[in-house]
């Protein structure tokens, strides 16, 4: 089956500033293994991307190494307005930390409103908003009318809210992860750190919820936050878990047990993402799949640098076969043909 080179909106791939966890080719190279063409890094680096000195430097680093394409998100701790204005024209959205996470990025309500107004662009704010936060972010949204994207929806509580202002028309996306909905509180008690992330996992009720609402939320993005196994291992083990690599085939045995369909995958890993972040399509690119052939994930097949997966041993059906990107085959059985620098970044000086 060829279906067209999906859009992750969602991944951290650390360069530059944590190369060890992951880099640009490396984290690009897991994405076209994973079926996935187009990704969208997130500017928590270990220096946050809120000047667009150090968005210029990561884009120059990225047209060296990436094998997809690549576009990108500014950041703002609130006080980096004309910093800004400067980025927009490179970025596709500001992303906005208002929970505790992985990097000291994180915002103190007050400002928010103060950002909102500051980003005077068409773009998506795109928000870490859990459920204490999500109604101050709401009543901003009604007062500016400015247009979010929730991230890594996570709880019941938060999607029921978020689906009601979407019914009262307000301008507000949403997205759900692929570890929110396969995994549950319950699997930290065999996978330890390695299920440790932020949003934290749901109870089964959470998870069952996402999945009855899986046909109004709008994308599944794999918040791909690679760490490595030390770290992991360490007496202070940080939030994150990789997911580039195994996205696709998750979702693809989903469609096999019929508890989605290759359309709602399609509208949520393609379709929605181009239209919510404006994302250009190259219809020159694309991947074969083979819907019919069970695997079982290993940590050594992953191309993601961390070479750790929550999902190891899970027994999958549907297989990335090859990824076309522009008209160059750039996967195929298991192998990236790309070279380090042959991916495009979509916004670029
Ligand atoms: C992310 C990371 O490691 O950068 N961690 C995570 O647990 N998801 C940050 C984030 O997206 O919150
Ligand atoms: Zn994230």
């Known amino acids: 089956m060829i279906i067209p080179g999906l859009i992750d909106v969602h991944v951290h791939l650390r360069d530059p500033g ?42 120059n680093e990225a047209k060296k190494k ?61 928000l870490h908003g859990e459920e204490d936060i999500l109604p101050d972010i709401l009543s901003i949204v009604k007062k500016t009318g400015k247009r979010v994207h929730i991230c890594h929806v996570s709880k019941k509580n938060e999607l029921s809210v978020i689906l009601k202002a979407k019914k009262e028309g307000l301008p507000v996306t949403c997205g759900v992860t692929p570890h929110h909905l396969f995994l549950t509180l319950s699997d930290i008690k065999m996978l330890g750190a390695f299920a440790l992330m932020k949003p934290e996992l749901g109870a089964n009720i959470d998870q069952n919820y996402l999945w009855k609402h899986i046909s109004e939320i709008d994308v599944i ?57 404006n994302i250009p399509v190259d219809k020159k690119s694309y991947v074969e799949i083979d819907e019919m052939q069970e695997y079982t994930i290993t940590n050594s097949r992953l191309e993601t640098k961390c070479k750790w997966s929550p999902f190891k041993g899970w027994k999958v059906k549907g297989k990335v076969k090859k990824v076309i990107l522009h008209g160059e085959t750039v996967f195929e059985n298991g192998d990236i043909l790309a070279l380090p620098g042959s991916g495009r970044v979509i916004k670029h000086f």
């Not at 076209?32 to 968005?55: Q, S, W, Y």
């Not at 085939?249 to 995958?265: D, E, G, H, N, V």
């Open 66 to 126: 990436t094998v997809c394409h690549i576009g990108f998100y500014a950041g703002s701790l609130g006080d980096n307005p004309e910093e800004l204005i400067k980025m927009e024209p490179y970025v596709f959205g500001l992303k906005l930390y208002l929970n505790k996470t992985t990097g000291n990025f994180l915002i103190d309500k007050k400002r928010l409103e103060n950002i909102f107004s500051f980003w005077k662009s068409e773009k998506p704010i795109l």
């Open 221 to 277: 993005e794999s918040d791909h936050a690679p760490h490595t196994v030390e770290e992991k291992n360490s007496s202070t083990p940080p939030f994150g878990v990789p997911n580039l690599d195994t996205t696709l085939p998750l979702l693809l045995t989903a469609i096999s047990q019929k508890r989605l369909t290759m359309k709602r995958l399609l509208e949520m890993c393609f379709e929605n993402p181009r239209r919510i972040f």
């Open 18 to 59: 944590q190369t060890h966890k992951e880099d640009f080719f490396t984290g690009t190279s897991a994405a076209l293994a994973g079926g996935f063409t187009t990704v969208i890094d997130m500017p928590n680096n270990k220096e946050p991307i809120t000047t667009f000195e150090r968005l210029r430097n990561k884009i």
